[in-house]
């Protein structure tokens, strides 16, 4: 017999170093999931995104066992990790915090397109042009 899909949650977290502190170990904690055993799951399957920030869909079950799914970092992330700020403007259409590429804007597509229900790459690219933009970055030639 299958087991019943009691709960979905989603967190985030540090790749490689999640650990069971808040505000991870509270969530997990009221989903009744086991949180040293996930910590050290989650971590070994995200050793190689060590510091980027990695979301997880977490499916808990009547028995108290869960899978998860590692899903592909924020688009906002990837493209500051592309243009090397640590945050977008406050201001978006009063000041510019750089400048991206439409080489970058297309890899970061690329990256991002599992997540992404864009039927094309120029479609997902178009959607990483609308973040840059809410972002306050501008996109270049």
Do not use: H, W
């Not at 505000?23 to 980027?52: C, H, K, S, W, Y």
């Not at 500051?80 to 201001?91: E, F």
């Amino acid at each position: 017999m299958a087991k019943k899909l009691l709960k979905q949650v989603k967190v985030q977290a540090v790749g490689g170093k999640a650990t069971p502190a808040p505000p991870l170990g509270p969530v997990l904690g009221q989903a009744g999931i086991n949180i040293g055993e996930f910590v050290n799951q989650f971590n070994e399957q995200t050793r190689e995104r060590m510091g980027d920030i990695v979301p997880c869909v977490i499916n808990v079950y009547d028995d108290r066992s869960f899978d998860f799914t590692v899903k592909v970092s924020p688009m906002s992330r990837l493209i500051l990790k592309k243009i090397g700020k640590p945050s977008g403007s406050g201001k978006n259409t009063v000041s510019q915090v750089g400048t991206i590429t439409r080489t970058q804007v297309r890899e970061v597509a690329e990256e991002k397109m599992p997540d992404l229900n864009a039927a094309s790459i120029e479609a997902a690219m178009k959607t990483v042009e609308g973040t840059c933009y809410s972002m306050g970055v501008k996109v270049v030639d």
